[in-house]
């Protein structure tokens, strides 16, 4: 747990961080705020594609295995990412960093889930949530204190001593392999199609959030899209060794979970958006508005941590995802309608990181328990695709809300936080309709 935790904090730290230093890039290399936005979203664009492919690389050949190699590309690519001379060579490399990542994030609940007792399985995902909250959440502190004091640089300097002791604690304590997917020719074809089709939905929102990209793309994007997605799905019932088993994967535990995770992803990361730009606006400092806003990642780690011991023990499954959407959907539903002061916004922020805290981890338990066991790093593949897109979803939303109810005022606020509130009612949804599958209870 240790060692995955640490893959979990790092990623999430990574993806966090990396926005920090974007003046810092401008400056350095001459730039446009558009040119340098490919830092991150080329990240995400690879990541996501790569997620569910890497997976079923991983279920074959051996989840520690693939673990212990992404660990060795997300280091090297870190070194070579604080070193690069240009804005080109370092979008480069961060392509080759998200390689690594891929390989990390599609094994690391794979690895919690088929590690653990069946009866522990909820509590382990939730501490590896939690450690993928804590990421998050300390990522804009630690990123503003190393650019102060060491240069941007360093941010990805940093990853590289972190990355060393992992692969070094992987190799002893991480577990063999135990449960291996049929071999076979790889789904090349399946592969391009999911990554044309996740690549085109991605740039759509993007576009959609401000890319500088033409207004006609954003169609030609959705279009794409829909029709790879489409053939995807095709192409998946027909290949001897599919990508992903789509009798399997179409169940009602797994599809309304995989929903479920979408839509609590994106109230997850709306307000990390949408928070700092009604407090900067308001005239609150950079700083104290995201010291504030640390109430959402810390209230999540808290309750993924906590949420086994505290909740009652007959409560199931489906009863936690929904106590858990409930809340989260009345923290928005408060803070929409709440003046927008410091002292009450980081309580509600707080209430709904608990909310959420409780549902995605339980949420992940259902979707990972309705898999067979060799299948585990293909399903933990779809759960990150999954909260990437919805990460995504959540930022495009808010910022397309601000844009059309006139700007980060009390008017956009309120759009924004109903479309989360939508999300998470959306997320109970899916938890009433689906079955818990095979988790620590049926309930």
């Not at 030609?220 to 060794?241: D, H, K, Y």
Request: aromatic share 6%; hydrophobic share 55%.
């Amino acid at each position: 747990m240790g060692s995955v935790c640490i893959g979990a904090f790092m990623g999430q730290l990574d993806a966090s961080i990396v926005t920090l230093i974007f003046p810092a890039l401008q400056r350095e290399f001459h730039a446009a705020l558009a040119a340098v936005q490919w830092v991150s979203l080329a990240y995400l664009l690879a990541l996501i594609a790569l997620l569910i492919g890497v997976g079923r690389l991983a279920d074959v050949a051996g989840r520690k295995r693939v673990y212990l190699y992404g660990f060795a590309v997300f280091t090297a690519a870190s070194a070579a990412c604080g070193s690069v001379p240009s804005l080109p060579a370092l979008v480069a490399c961060r392509l080759v960093q998200a390689v690594g990542a891929a390989m990390l994030q599609a094994n690391s609940v794979a690895l919690v889930a088929t590690s653990v007792s069946r009866r522990r399985i909820r509590t382990a995902l939730g501490a590896q949530a939690a450690a993928q909250a804590l990421g998050l959440g300390v990522g804009p502190t630690v990123g503003g204190l190393v650019v102060a004091a060491a240069g941007w640089r360093w941010v990805f300097w940093i990853n590289v001593p972190v990355g060393l002791a992992a692969i070094a604690a992987g190799r002893y304590l991480l577990p063999r392999t135990r449960h291996y997917s049929r071999g076979g020719p790889f789904d090349w074809a399946g592969l391009i199609l999911l990554s044309a089709a996740t690549t085109s939905l991605l740039l759509a929102l993007s576009a959609a959030a401000g890319l500088g990209l033409p207004s006609w793309s954003i169609a030609a994007l959705l279009a794409t899209a829909a029709a790879t997605a489409t053939g995807f799905w095709i192409w998946e019932r027909r290949p001897a060794s599919p990508l992903i088993d789509v009798t399997v994967a179409r169940t009602a535990a797994v599809a309304a979970g995989l929903a479920g995770a979408l839509c609590g992803y994106l109230a997850l990361f709306g307000p990390l958006v949408l928070i700092p730009q009604v407090l900067v606006n308001g005239g609150l400092g950079e700083l104290h508005a995201g010291l504030l806003l640390s109430a959402l990642p810390g209230g999540f780690a808290l309750a993924a941590l906590g949420a086994d011991h505290l909740l009652p023990r007959r409560w199931g499954n489906r009863a936690r995802c929904v106590a858990g959407t409930l809340v989260a959907a009345a923290a928005t539903a408060l803070l929409a309608i709440a003046p927008a002061e410091p002292g009450r916004l980081v309580w509600l922020l707080a209430l709904l990181g608990l909310g959420l805290g409780v549902f995605v981890p339980t949420n992940n338990t259902v979707v990972m328990a309705a898999l067979p066991a060799h299948m585990s790093a293909t399903a933990g593949g779809m759960i990150n695709m999954t909260r990437g897109i919805g990460t995504a979803l959540g930022i495009a939303a808010v910022t397309l809300a601000l844009h059309h109810g006139g700007g980060p005022g009390i008017a956009g606020a309120r759009t924004a936080l109903a479309l989360l509130t939508v999300a998470s009612l959306l997320a109970a949804l899916t938890a009433l309709t689906a079955r818990a599958g095979r988790g620590p209870d049926k309930k």
